[in-house]
């Protein structure tokens, strides 16, 4: 049978997450633990939006068989006309 090698390094139990609970109300008081649980939790789902925009994104790009990429002919072009715009002042 194959061994299997935590990703993480080992899980803390029961004792071990009590005493980080312990921890955590001495450093930040009893009454900001549910403040940061909450802004975590925001920041989290936040995250999870972007990716899942970002994946999104690339599906439509691997569906549209378009590479996304900006040929360098128009690249370019782009640049010398941007330099222009800036050199003129405007």
């Known amino acids: ?5 935590p990703l993480f390094g080992p899980v803390p139990g029961g004792m071990e997450m009590m005493v980080i ?9 009893a009454n900001k633990i549910p403040k ?4 975590t939790g925001e920041a989290m789902g936040e995250f999870k939006k972007g990716r899942q925009e970002v994946e999104d994104e690339l599906r439509e790009m691997q569906e549209s068989g ?13 640049t010398a006309t941007d330099a222009g715009a800036d050199a003129g002042g405007e």
């Open 1 to 5: 049978m194959a061994q299997m090698i």
């Open 21 to 29: 609970l312990l921890i955590a109300v001495l450093l930040f008081g």
């Open 36 to 39: 940061l649980a909450r802004s």
């Open 66 to 78: 378009g590479s996304g990429d900006i040929d360098d002919e128009d690249y370019e072009t782009e």
